[in-house]
């Protein structure tokens, strides 16, 4: 079964600064792995997924890293602002790929 | 963009009630799914359609049932609602698995389930 952690589950920092988010499977055998934002109280918003044939994904200020073989991805967020401030969610394939495994996600928060 | 609409935000019901929740997308995905996402559990896959319907159980289906007579359209059923499940319910789709693997998740915005 397909297991997946983040950490760290909360950090805040100061605006400006750069966001590093980490996400672990254990499972490597996975086609891609997706990133999603939820804010409080909300449904979740895709922001990136990488295919285990790229090693990155880029979209604006978002890098996204994955290293299949050590079961690892990272997320970059540059140049942090108050409204990055949400919940953090990675999540890879599992079950021949029909379903997806959750992290719980890191709580971030951009102090301005 | 990819629109996929719960009915209700907020849904207050009582003990032993039959509740449903339902969900529709306007991209003609194949996949709907339905989680619930609690704290400190995340979010667990309760049922999932791969067609119309075709219902599979994900992690926690006791309790709930679902149906998909439409494509678009995928209902989440509490047969008789308990304080246990009380939760946020999100409900997402996708297009079917290609080559490539699973495609990416679309998810509404939540109904915050409170059960009294």
């Known amino acids: 079964k397909q297991e997946v952690t983040q950490i760290p589950a909360a950090l805040s920092v100061p605006e400006g600064e750069n966001l590093v988010l980490n996400c672990s499977f254990t499972?490597?055998?996975?086609?891609?792995l997706q990133w999603f934002r939820q804010d409080p109280g909300k449904g979740l918003t895709s922001l990136l997924l990488?295919?285990?044939?790229?090693r990155e994904q880029t979209s604006g200020r978002l890098n996204a890293s994955l290293d299949k073989s050590s079961g690892r991805s990272t997320l970059y967020i540059a140049a942090s602002q108050p409204g990055d401030s949400a919940t953090y969610l990675c999540?890879?394939?599992?079950?021949?790929?029909?379903?997806?495994?959750f992290g719980k996600g890191n709580q971030v928060v951009v102090i301005p | 963009d990819v629109k996929v609409t719960q009915s209700s935000r907020y849904l207050v019901k009582r003990t032993g009630e039959k509740v449903f929740l339902e969900c529709v997308q306007d991209?003609?995905?194949?996949?709907m799914f339905w989680y619930r996402q609690d704290p400190g559990l995340g979010l667990r896959l309760i049922y999932f359609?791969?067609?119309?319907?075709?219902?599979e159980k994900g992690d926690i289906p006791e309790g709930y049932s679902v149906s998909r007579e439409k494509k678009e359209r995928f209902s989440l059923i509490l047969e008789s609602a308990s304080t246990n499940q009380t939760s946020m319910y999100l409900c997402?789709?996708?297009?079917?698995?290609?080559?490539?693997?699973?495609?990416?998740?679309?998810f509404g915005d939540g109904t915050r389930l409170s059960i009294l």
């Open positions: 997402a789709s996708s297009l079917p698995k290609t080559g490539e693997g699973n495609q990416p998740q679309h």
């Open positions: 499972d490597s055998a996975i086609y891609n």
């Open positions: 990488i295919q285990s044939s790229q």
């Open positions: 999540a890879v394939p599992h079950y021949g790929n029909n379903r997806l495994a």
């Open positions: 991209m003609d995905h194949e996949n």
């Open positions: 359609s791969y067609d119309v319907k075709m219902k």
